[in-house]
């Protein structure tokens, strides 16, 4: 089994930066996905970065420019750092993960995705 846990999440104010974290307890391929996921009260949950075992990201609109994710294989951690928060950011965080199979562009739709973590709320205000 694979455990996810995310890290990092908090209120920030409109403008402001934060590095969300994920450990991921072991990779059972190495073709693998991982990607962010956000959800907001009562809206769907929403891919907006991932990025497989060669470092190929792939970004939701609503984020390019401003959130980098980026992974440390060493330690087994998946970040992503956001800049030039907006109120609209505010949402819970997950990490996903998934092993084996993949390749190509990584995927932002959840359906691709086996593993997640329980999240971290980000919230940001003015």
């Known amino acids: 089994q694979v455990q996810l846990v995310e890290s990092g999440g908090t209120s920030v104010q409109t403008g402001g930066s934060l590095r969300l974290s994920c450990v991921v307890s072991r990779y059972t391929d190495s073709r693998y996905f991982m990607g962010w996921f956000r959800q907001a009260p009562g809206k769907e949950r929403e891919g907006i970065a991932a990025?497989?075992?060669?470092?190929?990201?792939n970004y939701a609109d609503s984020v390019k420019g401003r959130f980098t994710i980026s992974q440390d294989n060493a330690k087994r951690i998946l970040y992503l750092q956001m800049s030039s928060l907006k109120a609209e950011d505010t949402a819970m965080y997950y990490c996903a993960a998934v092993f084996g199979g993949v390749g190509g562009v990584p995927a932002l739709s959840a359906s691709w995705y086996d593993y997640w973590g329980q999240g971290t709320q980000v919230s940001v205000s003015s």
């Open positions: 990025i497989e075992r060669t470092g190929r990201t």
